[in-house]
């Protein structure tokens, strides 16, 4: 069983024992961060079994409370986490995590793109006089005694700060980098993880459910020590609308324009400024400010704060899971949007539901943008979710994994565009 988290254990546990595992390590990667004294911990020895089943439900605490301070610290966490063991490890040690990991990437049916350098890296990093000299204490991160290739497309931070070699597109990684190599890989592997697995199913699973509000408490705490995530306040949300995406952009405006929105437009838009930041005293302090104005036009609804105070009151902290039955309810993913019936001109993917001329009016193009073609390409395919995440790319200049568009969401979107890990 290997560190680098390639897949999970199998097997049952105790429901409190399993709670036990997942709070301890989130205090232990909290220490971590923070740069507290390190006590032991048995629940995070490495390659045991609840190492494997602590980092695992994490990621699912996670993935299901689509909280985005929980998500930075959780990869923050185990990132700095994966740099200490990788920089600990002996020549025979290496040796061992590789051939693990070589073993583990032989059960993929379909592997994600980062595999493909990772065992490259590892079929070097097994070999007895490679391993000795890489984890030498005098190895040098200047070195370059020893290289791999790799496509570039599979380096791009190095090559961007123009630290390999590129021939014919292939990029000559030098051993000094490897161990940097290293926890980039792991980075994008956890990244993949939490954007991309569907774990709707366990919503429903009480066991789960009470497990997410023990990590929920915990994360409290966590927003409220000194961190650098920060609350989104409601007078922020004008600024930060730019790194929008366009579904959510086009809701902002309409907002903004109206003072109104319908009631499922104002469910979807509430909840991804709940799990982008905006804690419920802000949220209430926002939908105050726009409801007190009076509607400009006509409008289905016909509510204002004065005379509704009491009903927009609970409606917001009931979807904070502070009333009613407590659910802690999170935002709709792309797919989710994408086959919602759009009854009203304010809401739904604009790749999907808007023409062409509504289209490139929230998404800022003219008409004779190349992206403008490469979009309706996509649509013409029904390919939604990818010509959003095309104009993701080409608006923040990334490079996305090819596997994002399970899955994706609005929330995905803002934390990419607005990333700097």
């Known amino acids: 069983m290997s560190f680098f988290y390639l897949s999970p254990v199998k097997g049952n546990l105790p429901v409190h024992l399993l709670e036990e595992i997942t ?5 232990y990667l909290q220490d971590l961060v923070e740069g507290n004294n390190i006590a032991y911990n048995q629940f995070i020895v490495e390659g045991s079994i609840y190492d494997n089943v602590g980092h695992f439900m994490l990621c699912v605490a996670a993935i299901l409370n689509k909280n985005v301070a929980l998500t930075k610290f959780i990869l923050k966490g185990e990132v700095e986490l994966f740099k200490r063991r990788v920089g600990s490890l002996t020549a025979y040690d290496m040796r061992c995590f590789s051939k693990k990991l070589l073993r583990n990437i032989k059960k993929y049916d379909k592997i994600p793109s980062f595999i493909v350098p990772l065992q490259s890296l590892c079929q070097h990093l097994m070999l007895k006089d490679v391993a000795q000299h890489f984890c030498a204490s005098a190895h040098m991160k200047e070195c370059s005694q020893h290289h791999i290739k790799i496509h570039f497309r599979h380096c791009l931070p190095f090559i961007a700060k123009r630290q390999v070699e590129v021939q014919q597109g292939i990029a000559l ?16 592997n956890i990244k993949s993880r939490l954007g991309n697995t569907d774990l709707t ?24 020590s000194r961190s650098e995530i920060r609350t989104l306040k409601s007078v922020d949300v004008d600024s930060v609308s730019a790194s929008f995406p366009p579904c959510m952009l ?18 979807y838009y509430s909840l991804f400024l709940k799990d982008i930041g905006l804690n419920v005293n802000e949220a209430v302090d926002f939908w105050r400010a726009e409801y ?8 289905s609804c016909c509510h204002n704060w004065e005379k509704d105070e009491k009903k927009y009151l609970y409606g917001i902290r009931h979807m904070y ?3 009613g039955g407590r659910k802690n309810y999170t935002s709709y993913n792309c797919k989710q949007i994408q086959s919602t019936d759009i009854s009203c001109l304010e809401g739904g993917c604009p790749f999907k539901s808007f023409d062409e001329d509504n289209m490139m009016k929230i998404l800022g193009l003219r008409r004779d943008d190349l992206l403008l073609s490469q979009i ?13 995440i095309l104009f993701l790319e080409k608006k923040c200049s990334i490079v996305c994994d090819n596997t994002m568009s399970f899955n994706f969401s609005p929330v995905n979107f803002f934390q990419k565009s607005t990333s700097k890990i």
Not at 174 to 180: A, H, L, M, S, V
Not at 210 to 223: D, G, M, P, V
Not at 250 to 264: A, E, I, Q, V
């Open 23 to 27: 709070t301890s390590r989130f205090q």
């Open 321 to 323: 899971g502070l009333e």
């Open 292 to 299: 007190r104005q009076a509607p400009n036009g006509k409008h």
């Open 376 to 388: 309706n390409e996509l649509k013409s395919k029904n390919m939604y979710t990818s010509a959003c």
């Open 201 to 224: 199913p366990l919503r429903s699973d009480p066991r789960i459910n009470e497990l997410l509000f023990r990590i929920r408490k915990e994360t409290s705490i966590l927003q409220n």
């Open 173 to 188: 990684l030098p051993c000094g980098k490897w161990k940097q190599y290293l926890v980039l890989l792991f980075t994008m």
């Open 250 to 267: 086009n809701l902002h405006r309409y907002l903004r324009n109206k003072h109104r929105l319908s009631h499922t437009q104002r469910f």
